[in-house]
């Protein structure tokens, strides 16, 4: 099962906005409602921001969004602030694949 | 508020044995999967399993299958992820996370232990 492709970085000054892409299959992204996103600091654990392609957590600023077309998912950081600064990482569930779960490679994300 | 604390971290040389743990919350009641993610220094994650608590319902990975084994001792609600010949290359950061609602299909991971950094070194 290869991982979902992400760009390695992006970047953007504070107040703007930045999206990052996640592209899979017809077998992952394009097959499933449920890609989630997980953004992880330096030396930190992963959290959830994501679930659902839009769904937000309890208590995840209004700042992150998710959408999906086709095969491809985005998140979008709004407002950036310097506490966005961070590795982020997407997920999918593979339903048609005997192995049903992928993460995207990473992107950085560098508040500028 | 469900949280998954870790045991801490290891240094080990190669060829030796490990098991590393995960303790939660109502185990033996709960329908949510368990999983372990590695993190190679500088890398992205993998996920190298899941374990269902209550019949002990294993699913590897491809890459991870014959490598370690992932079991669970519901009475004490800890999961844990197991080397028998650990490698150089076994060197990373393992998370334990859990599938955020009940059932296998269509979830995500949350939430996620604090990490376990393996360092496997002579």
């Known amino acids: 099962q290869s991982a979902l492709t992400q760009p390695p970085s992006a970047s953007g000054s504070p107040g703007e906005s930045v999206t990052i892409s996640c592209t899979g299959t017809?077998?992952?992204?394009?097959?499933?409602?449920?890609v989630s996103w997980y953004q992880q600091h330096p030396g930190k654990a992963p959290k959830l921001i994501i679930y659902?392609?839009?769904k937000r957590p309890s208590g995840v600023p209004d700042r992150f969004s998710g959408s999906k077309s086709d095969n491809t998912a985005s998140l979008t950081v709004s407002g950036l602030q310097a506490e966005d600064g961070a590795d982020y990482y997407c997920a999918s569930y593979a339903g048609s694949n005997n192995w049903k779960y992928v993460f995207g490679t990473g992107t950085k994300v560098t508040v500028l | 508020e469900v949280q998954l604390v870790q045991s801490g971290t290891e240094v080990k040389k190669p060829g030796e044995s490990l098991q590393i743990s995960c303790r939660g919350s109502?185990?033996?009641?709960?329908?949510?999967?368990i999983g372990w993610v590695r993190q190679l220094p500088g890398k992205g994650l993998e996920l190298m399993g899941l374990i269902y608590p209550i019949d002990s319902d294993v699913r590897y990975s491809p890459s991870f299958q014959g490598q370690v084994t992932i079991s669970v001792d519901k009475s004490i609600s800890t999961a844990y992820l197991q080397w028998n010949t650990l490698r150089t290359s076994d060197t990373a950061m393992y998370y334990c996370v859990r599938l955020g609602k009940g059932g296998y299909s269509n979830n995500w991971f949350d939430p996620w232990g604090q990490g376990t950094l393996v360092t496997v070194s002579s």
């Open positions: 017809s077998s992952d992204v394009g097959d499933s409602d449920s």
């Open positions: 109502r185990f033996s009641s709960s329908t949510y999967w």
């Open positions: 659902d392609v839009t």
